[in-house]
């Protein structure tokens, strides 16, 4: 270690210098005015002041003591046990004292202590250079991430004739695992899906990924993908899923869907809820009320005791089926109280009667809801009306 060794007596730096050289030290030393005109600073890795030197040395130590640019330069002042100058020298950086009259024990110990601290404020540097590292390289791969699950996701101005169409996720984290899939089935037969994924972030937007891309291979004609057949009834979808994302029991992910299929032409919607929050019909007139459903969430049970009862609903000119996440209803207020149902029911009583203002309705509700309250898990929404 290079120890600096700054004084105006030369009989003291002569004293300390030659303690210091005798266990391996290597040294420099030089006057308070000498070190004050100095401009480099980098080869000393330990400061050891006379405190005679007072404020002329406090000065000195101010200029170049303390920090050097990520590294700490340990500074160790020599002074009476009951001089003043104490909270000088401290104000100043100094960070430890020995007497003022020179005794080797102390010395070496104190300066080892100084190596130690030295070699600790490295080690953690070293440390965090490597998070900061790590956490730009996390920050790309969920950047990354968040891409290829939003390039999974329908057009946000998706349109199929005869119907109007509205969505929206909001994640609590950078991914989510909630998610839409719009897949037309014919020109006149529109397939949808409202998926959540149980737990949110990383681990839940892999799975939901996987079940993103399995409905998305359905529209590619270069890959057969699932079974128009299945496609076109909900309940043999949901059976079908049931068996292909079996529920993780090691770290218990599994998910919960609407999924259905309504034709333009009708109005007819075939549907099945998959543990999902009920969907809600708005009338012509503003009215609201839940639907049937009833079905295991995919993937807790086998396909032998699973239940997905298909349901049935006809929707008129002028009506909507909303589909929501229990992110949504569930969302808290800062007296600990949930939207529900009700105060979901309540935002599309008093919207417009078309997709984007009834989503822009829950959006709206949601936020005034939550007031300061960070949101505490994925929610989505989906509107068709007709």
């Known amino acids: 270690m290079h120890v600096l060794i700054v004084s105006d007596d030369e009989n003291w730096i002569e004293d300390f210098d030659a303690l210091l050289t005798h266990h391996g030290y290597r040294t420099t030393a030089m006057s ?22 007072g404020s002329p040395g406090q000065i000195a130590l101010r200029r170049h003591g303390g920090w050097r640019g990520d590294a700490k330069i340990p500074a160790v002042v020599s002074i009476a046990l009951d001089s003043q100058q104490r909270q000088g020298w401290l104000e100043a950086g100094a960070d430890a004292f020995l007497p003022h009259v020179i005794d080797a024990p102390s010395v070496l110990v104190t300066l080892a202590r100084c190596q130690e601290m030295v070699t600790l404020y490295q080690q953690s540097e070293a440390t965090t250079q490597r998070l900061r590292i790590l956490r730009s390289q996390l920050q790309e791969n969920l950047y990354s991430a968040s891409l290829v699950q939003r390039d999974l996701l329908p057009d946000p101005q998706f349109s199929f004739p005869g119907l109007s169409i509205a969505w ?45 891309r399995r409905f998305r291979s359905s529209a590619s004609p270069w890959d057969s993908g699932i079974n128009p057949d299945i496609l076109s009834v909900p309940q043999r979808l949901a059976e079908l899923f049931n068996h292909e994302f079996p529920m993780d029991y090691r770290s218990l992910q ?51 005791t699973a239940v997905f009862q298909q349901q049935e609903v006809q929707l008129q000119p002028g009506e909507s089926l909303v589909f929501y996440s229990d992110g949504l209803s569930e969302a808290l207020n800062a007296q600990g109280d949930i939207l529900d149902v009700e105060g979901i029911s309540a935002a599309l009583r008093t919207a417009s009667p078309d997709a984007r203002s009834q989503i822009a309705a829950l959006q709206e509700a949601a936020r005034t809801w939550r007031e300061c309250n960070a949101v505490s898990d994925d929610s989505t929404a989906l509107v068709i009306s007709r």
């Open 168 to 212: 929206f996720i909001e994640s609590c984290e950078d991914l989510g695992g909630d998610l839409v899939s719009l897949l037309p089935l014919d020109e006149h037969r529109l397939a949808f899906a409202v998926i959540d994924v149980a737990g949110h972030g990383a681990k839940a937007a892999i799975l939901g990924v996987q079940i993103s």
């Open 32 to 53: 308070v005015q000498d070190m004050t005109g100095q401009d480099d600073r980098h080869r000393w890795q330990t400061l050891v002041f006379d405190g005679n030197t």
């Open 254 to 304: 599994f998910f919960t869907m609407c999924y259905g299929v309504i034709d333009a032409r009708t109005g007819i919607c075939q549907y099945v809820g998959c543990g999902h929050p009920a969907p809600l019909l708005v009338g012509q007139q503003g009215s609201v009320r839940e639907l049937p459903s009833l079905g295991h969430p995919i993937g807790i049970l086998p396909h032998t």
